[in-house]
C-alpha cells in the first residue's frame, strides 16, 4: 500500500523571512517598542566604543603633534643613595651630540616663592615654583604661549618672568595686556608672557620662569640644571636615548635619568579602558533588559497566534518550521532595534566627539559587534517561545474556547 | 483513498470520543459525516486528516499507513496531500486572499510566483477572481470559506476535509458553499464534509452517520 515516495515539507528560505516578518508586519508598534530595550543598549554600546576610539585617536593624533621625539635628562641618584646632579656643562655636551636637535635646561630655585603683593603671606606659595629656563624651552617642548611672550636672549637677564598656565592661573592673571607685576623674593617682576599647558613637561605648568643669568646673580643658583629637555632626530631616537647619559655626565652616567614624557601620554590612552568597561556593563545591563522584553513579547505572540500555529501544522509545517518561524521573527526584531542602536549610537557619538573636537571614529568592528550581539540575544530570547510553539501538537493548536 | 479500521480515540478522563469506526471512502467522493454535536466527528477529523493518531485501529490516508509515519512523514502528508477546510476560516489577517490562497502550498517548497499563479487560478475556480488583492479580514463570512476552500484546493490534494464548513454562514451562503463543494466533488476532488446539519448532509451524495463515537450506517 506504501508504494509511492512522498516528498518532504519544506519552507524555502524566502519564505522563512516572509512568514517570520508577519507578525512583526500586522503590529508594528509592539514590535517598535519591544525593539526599543535593544536599541538603546547596543547605541550606548557602539557610543561608548566609539567615543573610547574617537578620544585615542585625538590622545594619539595630540602625541603625533608633539612628537615622541622628546626626552628628558634629569639627575637621578648616586651610587649611595643621596641625590646627584648633573654636571654644569651637560647642556653644552648633549647639543653637540649629532643626532640632538635642540637642548633646553630648566633648574629649579627652590628657595623661592612667587606673590601678586607682599601682603600675602610668604609661606603662601600657591604651589609656585620659581625655575631659571633657557630662552630655547617653548621651541624645544613643541609648546605655544597664551599670552604674551617668551624669554629672550635680552629679558633672561631682567627682572621678568614667564607663567606656567597653572601658575598663572592660581595668580589670577589671564592676560599681560595690563602689565602685571609678580613679587618673586622682594623683588617685581613683569610678566612678560602665559604659556599654555605643556603636554610633555606639565611639571613646568606650575612654574614661574626666569633667565638663567639672573636668577644666577639674584639667588644662589649654582647653574647645573635640574631637567635638560632634549628633541632628538625622530629617526635617530633610539640610537641617541643611550648616549645621553654619558654625554651628560662622563664620569656617572648611571646618575642620570632619561624619559621620554610622550610615554605617559601613551599610558593614557590606554588608562581610558577603564572607564570604557564600566559603560558597557551598563550597556549589557539596557541589551539583557531589551533581551527579556523581546522573550516576552514572543511569548505572548505564541499564545495569542495559537490557531496560527495549528493552520500552518494543518498546512504541513513539520514543528522545525514552526521553531524556525519564531526564532526567526525573534531575530528580526532584535536585529532591527540593533540595527537602530548602531545608528543611534554612530549619530550621537559622532556629535558628541564634534562638541570636543575629537576625531569621530566608530570602527567596524563595533559595528558588526553591535549587530551581532543584537541577534545574539534575539536567538536566545527567541528560543523558549519557539520551542514551546512547536510542541504544541496541531489539535491543541486548533482547539477554540 | 481513505481507510479507517476498527479506529478508537480515547482522552484522558477517560472520554471515550471514538468507540471502534470502520468506514472507507473512494477517489472522487464526496461523503458527508453527520451526527449530534459531541458524537465524535471532529476527533473523527483529526483521525482522518493526520492532525492526531487513534488509539487504536488502522488509518489509511492516500496510500499511506498513518501508523508507520513519523511526525515529519504526516507534515509532509498533510503538506502534498490533504486539505483542510475550518468552521472559523484560519485566514491570516493582513494579508491578502490572494496570498492566503497561496499559503496552501507554502510547506511543499514550491516558489511564491508558483503559489500565486495557481492560486488566482483557483480563487477564479471559486468564483473569487475580483477579490483576489482585497485584505482577508475585509471579506465576508462566505467570501472567507471560499478563500479557504480554495487554500485547501491548490495543491490538488487527494482529498479534502472539512469540519463544520458552513457552522459559522447564514443560510444563503452557505447554501452556495455547499453548491461549491459539489461542483468541486463534480471536477474529481475527493471531500469528506462533517457536519452537524442534515440538511447539509442530505445535500451531498453520501452520508455517513455517528452518534457517541459509533458509526450508525453509511460506513
Ligand atoms: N482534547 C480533548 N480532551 C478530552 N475530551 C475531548 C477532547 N476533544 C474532544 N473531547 C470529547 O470527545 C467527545 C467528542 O468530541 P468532538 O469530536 O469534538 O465531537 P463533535 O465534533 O462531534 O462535536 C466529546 O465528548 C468531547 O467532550
Ligand atoms: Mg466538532
Given at each position: ?401 | ?87 472559523q476560516f484560519f485566514l491570516l489577517e493582513g494579508m491578502s486572499a490572494l496570498d492566503n490562497v497561496a499559503n496552501g502550498l507554502l510547506y511543499a517548497g514550491l516558489p511564491a510566483e508558483e503559489r500565486r499563479r495557481l492560486a488566482s487560478e483557483t480563487l477564479e475556480r471559486v468564483g473569487l477572481g ?90
Amino acid at each position: 500500500m506504501r508504494a509511492m515516495s512522498l516528498p518532504r515539507s519544506r519552507l524555502l528560505p524566502r519564505d522563512v523571512l516572509s512568514v517570520s516578518s508577519m507578525g512583526l508586519r500586522t503590529r508594528r508598534l509592539r514590535a517598535a517598542l519591544s525593539a526599543v530595550g535593544i536599541a538603546i543598549g547596543i547605541a550606548s554600546m557602539v557610543a561608548v566604543l566609539a567615543l573610547s576610539e574617537s578620544s585615542k585617536a585625538d590622545l594619539i593624533a595630540a602625541l603625533d603633534k608633539l612628537g615622541t621625539n622628546l626626552l628628558t635628562v634629569t639627575p637621578g641618584q648616586s651610587f649611595l643613595g643621596e641625590d646627584a646632579k648633573l654636571p654644569k656643562p651637560a647642556p653644552r655636551m648633549l647639543r653637540r651630540l649629532a643626532a640632538v636637535e635642540d637642548v633646553a635646561a630648566t633648574a629649579s630655585v627652590s628657595s623661592a616663592t612667587v606673590r601678586r603683593s607682599g601682603y600675602i603671606p610668604k609661606e603662601d606659595t600657591n604651589g609656585i615654583g620659581v625655575v631659571a629656563a633657557d630662552p630655547a624651552l617653548v621651541r624645544t617642548l613643541g609648546g605655544t604661549l597664551a599670552d604674551g611672550a617668551f624669554l629672550n636672549s635680552a629679558t633672561i637677564h631682567e627682572p621678568v618672568v614667564v607663567l606656567g598656565a597653572d601658575a598663572a592661573a592660581r595668580l589670577g592673571i589671564v592676560s599681560v595686556a595690563s602689565r602685571p607685576l609678580v613679587l618673586i623674593d622682594g623683588r617685581w617682576f613683569a610678566v612678560a608672557g602665559i604659556l599654555s599647558p605643556l603636554a610633555l613637561a606639565p611639571e613646568l605648568d606650575s612654574a614661574a620662569l626666569i633667565g638663567f643669568p639672573l636668577a644666577k646673580k639674584m639667588f644662589a643658583v649654582d647653574g647645573s640644571a635640574s631637567a635638560v629637555y632634549v628633541r632628538a632626530s625622530p629617526d635617530a631616537m633610539n640610537a641617541v636615548r643611550p648616549l645621553l647619559g654619558p654625554q651628560a655626565n662622563p664620569e656617572h652616567p648611571e646618575e642620570v635619568q632619561v624619559s621620554r614624557p610622550s610615554d605617559a601620554l601613551a599610558a593614557r590612552v590606554a588608562a581610558k579602558s577603564a572607564f570604557t568597561a564600566l559603560f558597557l556593563g551598563l550597556g549589557a545591563v539596557a541589551l539583557l533588559v531589551g533581551g527579556v522584553g523581546i522573550a516576552n513579547v514572543m511569548v505572548i505572540a505564541v499564545l495569542e497566534r495559537r490557531s496560527e500555529i495549528g493552520l500552518r501544522r494543518a498546512l504541513g509545517a513539520t514543528r522545525g518550521h514552526v521553531r524556525v518561524q519564531f526564532v526567526t521573527e525573534s531575530l528580526l526584531l532584535a536585529g532591527a532595534g540593533g540595527l537602530a542602536g548602531v545608528l543611534l549610537g554612530v549619530v550621537v557619538s559622532a556629535a558628541f566627539a564634534a562638541s570636543r573636537g575629537w576625531p569621530a571614529v566608530v570602527p567596524t568592528s563595533v559595528v558588526v559587534a553591535g549587530i551581532g550581539s543584537a541577534l545574539g540575544i534575539g536567538a536566545v530570547a527567541g528560543l523558549y517561545p519557539a520551542m514551546r510553539a512547536a510542541r504544541l501538537s496541531p489539535t491543541e493548536a486548533l482547539r477554540t474556547v | 483513498m481513505l481507510e479507517l479500521e476498527d479506529v478508537t480515540k480515547e482522552y484522558p478522563g477517560p472520554v471515550l470520543a471514538l468507540g471502534g469506526v470502520s468506514l472507507s471512502v473512494r477517489e472522487g467522493e464526496l461523503v458527508a459525516v453527520v451526527g449530534p454535536s459531541g458524537s465524535g466527528k471532529s476527533t473523527l477529523l483529526q483521525i482522518m486528516g493526520t492532525l492526531d493518531r487513534p488509539t487504536a485501529g488502522v488509518v489509511r490516508v492516500a496510500g499511506f499507513d498513518v501508523a508507520e509515519l513519523g511526525d515529519a512523514e504526516l507534515a509532509a502528508l498533510r503538506a502534498h496531500r490533504i486539505g483542510f477546510v475550518f468552521q472559523q476560516f484560519f485566514l491570516l489577517e493582513g494579508m491578502s486572499a490572494l496570498d492566503n490562497v497561496a499559503n496552501g502550498l507554502l510547506y511543499a517548497g514550491l516558489p511564491a510566483e508558483e503559489r500565486r499563479r495557481l492560486a488566482s487560478e483557483t480563487l477564479e475556480r471559486v468564483g473569487l477572481g475580483r477579490r483576489m488583492r482585497h485584505d482577508a479580514s475585509k471579506l465576508s463570512g462566505g467570501e472567507r470559506q471560499r478563500v479557504a476552500i480554495a487554500r485547501a484546493l491548490l495543491g490538488r490534494p487527494a482529498i479534502v476535509f472539512a469540519d463544520e464548513p458552513t457552522g459559522n454562514l447564514d443560510s444563503r451562503s452557505s447554501a452556495e458553499i455547499v453548491a461549491l463543494l459539489r461542483e468541486l466533488n463534480r471536477d474529481g476532488s475527493t471531500i469528506v464534509v462533517i457536519t452537524h446539519d442534515h440538511e447539509i448532509a442530505d445535500a451531498m451524495p453520501r452520508q455517513i452517520a455517528i452518534r457517541d463515537g459509533l458509526i450508525e450506517g453509511g460506513g
